[in-house]
């Protein structure tokens, strides 16, 4: 790679060979979004699904080396652009990002370097870089967002799919996270906080229960209220509740927020375990509580729309697949792995293959039954096996 | 064992372990020659049942010939070599061991809970000792059974459904001989493990198994809760590799420890550590790497039953040259292994690839454990680190092997249940290695003074 982090005529993903008119023919709307200040393109409604899928390949294709080696080694290559409707692209293994620079880059286009055009590819350009919790021991996946708004549309997006346009006051509760100031999760809880007009969304302190008076007075006033945390800080919350010989009762308009992550990694659970404690310590409904999927490496948000089924929004496409052969997809109801088609994620990989187990039902739902690897010390979806 | 006969006194306990201990020695010694005796008869003897057993396995389980033939052959050549023999007397002459043991009676004397005490109260010659078999390779229960035989117990078997026909011949014919009162019992089926108060279980096998196991045995009254476990769960090995000179000389045992058995089990290589970068050593590798797999490319046809003339053939000699074999390739390692090469290159990692094997470096800070049997980790880094790396690992390490001949040169972890061994004896074990550190001779013994 040359300097400022661009690719050289000398370097294997070079596309000195094409001109920008070449891609813009081959990905016209893509590269129309990306030119203009106009709707992200992940959420333009004049092409179906595939269609944006197919374009965000061959874009990847053409300007992350890392994807594109992968592809090609798997015999794929820039002119598959309609073969991305018979078959998924190759999926990245997410543990790339810890092991490479899993982004878009700069590159000639001919001679002339495609930043001139694609801006955010500039090397002073500034962009947000996410790093995935873990102790300095730890190697940590790095994702690189080199154009923020795209991410801020997609949390919102995401969670108003889920949850519509009314106004949601947040409280965080993100025990763990100060050692990680680039945590993904931070800057999504900032980005809801800044969206709620009455400004009462904060981070609850940790080493205090939680204000049920405030909390009460805020229901009190008609405000929707959602209590957003890593699932092990609201089981020390709860056990803080219970030391302290104060009663937990949420009222039934609180919601919360469960992210699947765990930080004070002291405890393995099993997510219907998880719930029954959550239900019980809050001492409240089943309803009320929510589960949110998200990893450091995707920019889009699933949620739960009823119990454990996870429901991603219209721009994402999970998949489970054989974990030996993760270009086969599994029929509904077998376990594998969960795959990920995130087309949130433009200047990265919109094609990524998680390190989570996972089933999907006959909607295209999904639940996570905990990591592949039992070993692993991933910071997101700490639970062991489902029971049963 | 009647359970209220348990002794209560501390003292007259030990009294009686003292003069168990002795007499210990000596009947262990015969029962070692006389084991020793039938067992080379099990090879030996074309009515022993060990052709059929052979056949079977070839034809109805995962193991090649090859690895069938190379473990019989491994197993056969310490046996005549007197391992059984060795290992009783290394038992009783282990003063270090005795240390111990008396250390463990003064324990006993003021915690009666102590779970060690109660095993050495509890464990006397004709304990009941229940085996959970591994059969990742042929034959891997052996050392259990001979253990338990040698110390005077008695043995109940679960058979893995890997390797369900050699160790039922061999039990079969030491029945014969004069053993049924030790062999009491085996099965290849859970439910069918008959309740005998048993005082002991030795389990082998992956950690992801264990707890179902255990629990299965419990729920079903055959076993009682406090019934101590002996849980080996290692599940590889590494390899200090020092110079190019070390590959290209040992470049057979080398590979055997890597590749044999195809790659499974646990004193298989899984993590080579060196001082030389892959790249260095890639053509030395890969040379070694082809020539075995060229090697069995054409024994592959003489690896199914449909060529009884070449496995009519077998002999002593000719079993310790069995080759690794192909056999057991599926196609989804196939595909998986396609899949990773691929991330090795997306990702500009170093990798050597031969056929369906990898050797992929990894940077000391981040290499995981093993996972895959044929993907082999390459870590750059001197021999200080490895011990470093030896923690890290923990209890999923097996053994550490050396390539070359000082092996005084390797920094000895401090943990010491680690041996640095010869690479030559990974795949050929005296029949006394030590399972996960443990020796199950002198685990099973704790009465020997």
Known sequence: MGTNGRLTMNEPFSISSQTIEHIKQRIPELYASLTESVTPFFLNNTLNFEEKLAQIFVFQYILNPVYQKYCTALGWSADDYSRCFEELPPLLPVQAFKDAAVWTHDTLVGDTEISTYLTHLKADAQPLEFLSSGTSAMQRSRHRVLNPTFYDASIRASWQARFGKDNWIIWAYTPGYSENPQSSLLYMIDRLMEWDHTQESRYLSLEECLPLQQLNKLVEDGHRVMLFGAAFGWLDLIERHERENEPLSLPREVSIMETGGMKTFRRSISRVDLFDRLVQGFNCAPEQLHTEYGMTECLSQAYTSKGLWLKSPDWVKIVVVDPDQPNKVLESGQEGLIGIVDLANIYSCSFMLTGDRGVQDEEGRFQVLGRWEPTSLRGCNFLMEQDG | ?449
């Open chain 2, 1 to 449: 064992m009647d359970k209220s006969a348990r002794p209560k006194s501390h003292h007259s306990g030990s009294n009686e372990v003292h003069k168990l201990g002795k007499n210990w020695s000596k009947q262990a010694k015969d029962r070692a020659y006389l084991l020793q005796k039938h067992l080379i008869k099990w090879f030996d003897d074309e009515q022993s049942g060990m052709q059929e057993a052979i056949q079977q396995s070839i034809s109805g389980t995962d193991f090649s010939s090859e690895d069938i033939y190379f473990q019989l052959s491994a197993i056969k050549s310490r046996l005549e070599t007197g391992d059984l023999v060795h290992w009783v007397d290394q038992c009783t002459n282990d003063r270090s061991s005795k240390d111990q043991s008396i250390e463990m009676l003064d324990i006993q004397s003021t915690d009666n809970e102590n779970k060690e005490a109660y095993r050495t109260t509890q464990l006397r010659e004709r304990s009941n000792i229940l085996c959970i078999h591994a059969g990742n390779l042929p034959l891997v229960g052996l050392q259990d059974v001979i253990a338990i035989l040698l110390a005077g117990h008695c043995y109940t078997g679960k058979i893995s459904r890997k390797d369900p026909y050699f160790l039922p011949s061999i039990l079969s014919w030491l029945i014969q001989f004069g053993w049924r009162d030790q062999i009491q019992h085996w099965t290849q089926n859970t439910a069918d493990i008959p309740v005998n108060n048993y005082d002991e279980v030795l389990f082998a096998g992956s950690e992801s198994s264990l707890s179902s196991v255990r629990k299965t045995l419990i729920e079903a009254r055959i076993l009682d809760e406090e019934i101590p476990w002996l849980n080996r769960t290692a599940s590889f090995s590494i390899a200090y590799c020092p110079s190019k000179k070390a590959v290209i000389e040992q470049s057979t045992e080398f590979m055997d420890a890597l590749m044999r058995h195809g790659g499974k089990g646990c004193r298989s290589v899984g993590v080579v550590v060196s001082p030389l970068g892959l790249n260095e050593l890639r053509i030395p590798l890969e040379n070694a790497m082809k020539n075995v797999l060229e090697q069995n490319s054409s024994l592959r046809q003489a690896n199914t039953l449909e060529q009884p003339d070449n496995l009519e053939q077998y002999n002593s000699s000719n079993i310790k040259e069995a080759k690794i074999p192909l056999k057991g390739v599926n196609r989804s390692d196939l595909t998986s292994l396609t899949y990773r090469k691929a991330y090795n290159i997306a990702v500009d990692r170093v990798f050597v690839g031969v056929g369906d094997w990898l050797i992929e470096e990894h940077p000391i800070e981040y290499v995981p454990e093993p996972s895959n049997n044929r993907v082999v980790y390459w870590v750059h880094a001197n021999k200080e680190d490895l011990v470093n790396l030896v923690e890290r690992f923990g209890s999923a390490l097996q053994s550490i092997y050396y390539l070359g001949t000082n092996a005084s040169d390797i920094k000895k972890p401090y943990i010491p249940s680690f041996d640095i061994e010869s690479i030559d004896s990974a795949q050929r074990p005296p029949l006394y290695w030590k399972p996960d550190g443990t020796d199950i001779l002198r685990y099973l013994c704790p009465f020997i003074i």
